[in-house]
């Protein structure tokens, strides 16, 4: 198993407390995130979490100096819209690449 497996699978407080430590977020954060992803058709909780780990690794290329990521008013909603068409985009590359292989 890899760290990313094990991590989705932490009971939840352990997980919140993972990406809060880790990628420098509150837990309010955490949980816009977590109910953005829900509201925008990821049921699934392991698929969220794996969404969200993920999502906040690309963030972290705004990291502040202290070693937090920081969105700024609004720009929490507008990050996750781009990462999701972006995620989208690069998994229907990844299909069309797969069908041609096919």
């Not at 990313?4 to 990406?19: K, M, R, S, V, Y």
């Amino acid at each position: 198993m890899n760290k990313q497996t094990e991590f989705i699978h932490l009971p939840d407080l352990q997980f919140i407390q993972l990406c809060i430590t880790h990628f420098g977020i509150n837990r309010g954060v955490y949980n816009t995130i977590d109910a953005w992803f829900f509201e925008n058709g990821v049921i699934d909780i392991l698929k969220r979490r794996k969404r969200i780990y993920h999502f906040l690794s690309q963030c972290q290329s705004n990291l502040t100096k202290d070693g937090k990521i920081k969105f700024g008013h609004g720009n929490l909603s507008k990050t996750l819209t781009e990462y999701s068409l972006n995620y989208y985009k690069s998994f229907s590359q990844v299909t069309k690449i797969t069908n041609k292989a096919q």
